[in-house]
Every structure is written in structure tokens, then in C-alpha cells.
């Protein structure tokens, strides 16, 4: 590899550095860093995009120059926007400072930019190379990108189970299958999503909190999918200080008498089936990238089924649940050849405390 093309890559290394700062943050906005360098190849600004609404990382950058850019060079991890959103268009600042190569990463799956940033950039005489560190873009931006091309959030699916393969017993009871540590990670790993969902019956057996115990500011949405509305009077999840809350409920099945059960302060939205990808679509047009899957294995498994899920979250603990009737993550899968089997891919193992945490893909 030659000396530039380290360089290059070493700027672009960088400007993912930084897109990364934004990990919990950005959403329903993608994460992007951007390092602009003068004319002889010297360091003089970076910024990166914190929140919606907020600068995003090329506008940072050109705030935080500490010499004139005219003559230099950008490395930016996405395709810069063209179009007017919460900020004025990246492109316009980087055509007016006189910058004359742009190093993208990737290009923008956002209809609205897609190409034409790219274009504008051309257009104005500007040299623009796409493709440095592409892999390690699509990863970071993942959730993003499965969004604005599916227009449906990225799911995950979190569970936990026994050495037996049960994650509770016949009567429901479940806490607590892991260790302290693993919950404790659980929390912290919900502060990465944009809302977490259970179903009717977890809420009414768990009575769960579903937050990150203060680890992100705003929380999580909640969100609870029921066919019954049969949800009970009192619950952790009314308690609308903590976090928001949103039922969404299956008005083909559910009996909207039992709406008077809901404080007013969560939010209602009715579904025409029980299908999940509708869930999946109306936190996608709420500006969810990633939601969390916490629910039981019958949400689950449906869940699975519609493409809701594209990765899965295992902890281990090293404990007997037993018993022919306890319950299993998939119970409702029943494959009958083994080449109807769900394969994994790219699964990561790691150790906590003595449980263990297995992240794996899931390619539909
Ligand atoms: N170990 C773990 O990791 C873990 C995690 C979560 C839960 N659990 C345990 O799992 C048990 C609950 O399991 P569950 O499977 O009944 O989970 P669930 O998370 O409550 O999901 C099932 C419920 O979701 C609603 N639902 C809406 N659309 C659905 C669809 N298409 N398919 C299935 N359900 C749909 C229904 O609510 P309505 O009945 O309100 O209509 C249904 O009863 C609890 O005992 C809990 O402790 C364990």
C-alpha cells in the first residue's frame, strides 16, 4: 500500500472516530465525523454531528477551523446532504471555502441526498473520491441504512436463557435467569436503541422498566404490542416521568374498553393484524434506527418470521431451569429438515462474569 494511501485511510479512520462519539445520540440522523486538512496536508479542523437539529459534523468542523481551508481537503464518512433539512445543505459550506478534494466514505442511502451531494460537489470543480473504509462505514451506519432502505427500523433480539436452553419456567417466572453484571450490561446496551419492545403477556407477567436506570437522557421508547389491550391498571411502564410509552394494539382482536386501563400520558396506535413489521414500520417513521427486541419467545418467534429482526443478543447462564414444559426462546418454530434451521452468522462470544454473551447475525 503506498504512502498516500495510508494517509488516506488514516483521515478516514478518523473522521469514523469521531461519527462514533455520536453512537446513542444521533438517531433518527446517521453518525458522521469530518476532518478537513489544509493545502499541505496539516490537521486544521474535525466535527462530528451529536444530535438532530444540531450542526452536523462538516459544519462543526468548518466552526472549529483553525486556518483557512481554501486549497484542502475533507474526509467525511458519508456522502454530504444537498438539501435543507434542521441545517443549511453541507455541500454549499464545503463549495464556499475553496476545499478541493472530498474523501467519502459511503454514499447516503437518504433519497433526498443519494448521489446528488456527490454531483453537486463534482459540479462545483471539486475532486471527490468515494469508498475509503467502506466496510467499517456500512457497519457504523447499519442501522441507519436498513432503515432508509426498508423503511423499517433495525431489529435486535435479546434473550436470555439457561445451560437448558429455557428462559423461565412452565409459570412464567423467569427473574433471575443471569447474573448481576449481564443485567447490568443489559442496561447499559439499551442506551444504543432508539425504543425497546415486549409484548402484552411480558408486560402483565414481568411488570418490567425497560430503561437504561439513567444511563441515557431522553430513555428508550417503550413500546408494548398487544392483540387484547387485556393490559393490567397498574404498571411500570404508565409511569411517563421515567420514559415515554406507546401501545400499539392489534384492532382487528383488542377490546378498546380496556383503553380506559391506559394513563393518557402514553401514546395509542391502533394496527390493522398482529403482524410485527407493522410495529417495525411505524417506529421507522418515528425516526427509530434501532430498536431492541426484549419481548418472549411467541412475539419473538412472529417477529423473527416477518423480518423484523437482523441480529440476536444470547446470554448464557450457567443454571438448570429443567422441566419438559419450561419455556424455549423459538417453541414455535417446528422444523422438520435440518436445512429449514435458522443459521447464524458472525457471532461474537464474550464472557461476563459466568455467563455468556453471544451476538450473532441474522441474514433473512
Ligand atoms: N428470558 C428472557 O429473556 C425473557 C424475555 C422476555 C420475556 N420472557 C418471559 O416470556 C414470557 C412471555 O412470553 P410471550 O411469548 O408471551 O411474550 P410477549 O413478549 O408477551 O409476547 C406475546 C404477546 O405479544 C402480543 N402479540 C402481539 N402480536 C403478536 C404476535 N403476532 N405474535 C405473538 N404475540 C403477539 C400478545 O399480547 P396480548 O396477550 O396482550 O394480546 C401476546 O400475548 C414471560 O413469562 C416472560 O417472563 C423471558
Redesign the pocket.
Known sequence: MSEKNVSHIKWMKRAIFLASLGKNTTSPNPRVGAVILDKNGNLISEGFHFKAGMPHAEAMAFSNLKKDAKGGSMYVNLEPCCHQGKTPPCVDKIISSGIRKVYISIQDPDKRVSGKGIQRLKDAGIKVHLGICKKESLDLNKSFIHRNITEKSFGVF????SIDGR??LRN????W?TNEESRALVHAFRAEFDAI??????????NPFLTTRGLKTPEPLRV????????PLKANLWDCNKAKTIVI??SS??NENYLARIPKCVDLEKVS????ELISKILAKRGCNKVLW??????????MR?NCIQEIIT?IAPKILGGEYS?N?FGDFEFKEMNEIIKLTDSKFSLIGNDICVKSSFQN
Open positions: 435479546k434473550w436470555a436463557m428462559i423461565g412464567g417466572k423467569s427473574k435467569i419492545i415486549i409484548g402484552g403477556n411480558t408486560l402483565r407477567k414481568d408494548v404490542f398487544t392483540k387484547t389491550l387485556d393490559l394494539y392489534d382482536t383488542a393484524s398482529d403482524n410485527p426484549e419481548c418472549g419467545p411467541k412475539l419473538a418467534t412472529s417477529a416477518s446470554f419455556m426462546p
